[in-house]
Nanobody, 124 residues
Framework: QVQLVESGGGLVQTGDSLRLSCAASGRTFSIYRMGWFRQAPGKEREFVAA????????YYTDSVKGRFTISRDDPKNTVYLQMSSLKPEDAAVYYCAADLHVALATTSSRYDYWGQGAQVTVSS
């Protein structure tokens, strides 16, 4: 089992950058594939980005490609989401998620462990 804690959220302006961190504790971090999801008020939780256990493969939803970067630092038990050129539509609560399987996953039901979320607000 793994525990996840997000940090780094906040209020930014359109066009700004922000980096979210997700610190893991518990079982060996390197055995988990990781993902980031987000949920805006009144909307369903949606996939943002994912990274494999090795870090060798990543995947992004179309709306953030070229603007967001997911990465992991296994010695620090941390996964990051670097967000740039932020838009008002990126505002949401961002959640990191973990799972023991190998392949990338883009659906929330395929992740077993979740953090509590970090609020990102983007002013226009």
């Amino acid at each position: 089992q793994v525990q996840l804690v997000e940090s780094g959220g906040g209020l930014v302006q359109t066009g700004d950058s922000l980096r979210l961190s997700c610190a893991a504790s518990g079982r060996t971090f390197s055995i988990y594939r990781m993902g980031w999801f987000r949920q805006a008020p009144g909307k369903e939780r949606e996939f943002v980005a994912a990274i494999t256990r090795s870090g060798g493969s990543t995947y992004y939803t179309d709306s953030v490609k070229g603007r967001f970067t997911i990465s992991r630092d296994d010695p620090k038990n941390t996964v990051y989401l670097q967000m740039s050129s932020l838009k008002p539509e990126d505002a949401a609560v961002y959640y990191c998620a973990a799972d023991l399987h190998v392949a990338l996953a883009t659906t929330s039901s395929r992740y077993d462990y979740w953090g509590q979320g970090a609020q990102v607000t983007v002013s226009s």
